[in-house]
């Protein structure tokens, strides 16, 4: 038997709506400009996704007392996917410029503006890979919604190159897994 000891086999898709066209427009240039040219934005961004925290799920037992004291628990009367932290945060790497970095953030404030009625987005799409690349299975994150950027620091002391990263947090309705192996 042979283990995966790799720990970054997946890709993070954004769904093809998720950047407006006015953003889509703007950096065109840039991201088509690269040593690497991506076709869409979304293959850009999705580029710099660095790492996913995966909800964890926690269930609360009920305890009942029984005779003599003796004490016993049961399963939570939730409902499964209430026991899910329905919160997940992307670590993405900033990028020449910073520009990754308000690109999103941008494409953030678009979303959040009130003119837009849009309450949550398109579902989006974690896809876990075997050795060869191959997407073997699927998390959909169905009707999410972002609720946080992390700042940056811009800073003239620091002289040394350093792998500079930034957080965004989306909340998300529930999630369905979908396995692709054909």
Do not use: C, H
Request: hydrophobic content about 35%; aromatic content about 16%; overall charge neutral.
């Amino acid at each position: 038997m042979i283990l995966n000891v790799r720990n970054n086999s997946f890709v993070f898709l954004f769904p093809e709506n998720f950047f407006t066209n006015s953003i889509k427009e703007k950096y065109k240039d840039y991201y088509q400009s690269l040593i690497l040219p991506y076709d869409t934005i979304d293959d850009f961004m999705s580029s710099t996704v660095q790492q996913i925290d995966f909800p964890s799920w926690n269930m609360p037992t009920a305890e009942q007392t029984r005779p003599l004291g003796k004490r016993q628990d049961y399963k939570s009367s939730k409902p499964l996917k209430e026991l899910f932290n329905r919160e997940i945060t992307i670590t993405m790497k900033i990028s020449d410029a910073y520009l990754n970095y308000f690109i999103f953030l941008e494409n953030s404030l678009e979303f959040l503006d009130f003119s837009n009625k849009k309450q949550t987005l398109s579902p989006i799409r974690l896809m876990m890979l075997n050795n060869e690349g191959y997407s073997v299975s699927s998390i959909i994150f169905n009707n999410p919604i972002l609720t946080s950027q992390s700042g940056i620091k811009l800073s003239y002391s620091s002289v040394t190159p350093q792998f500079n990263t930034f957080d965004i947090k989306f909340k998300y309705f529930d999630f369905d897994l979908k396995v692709d192996f054909n």
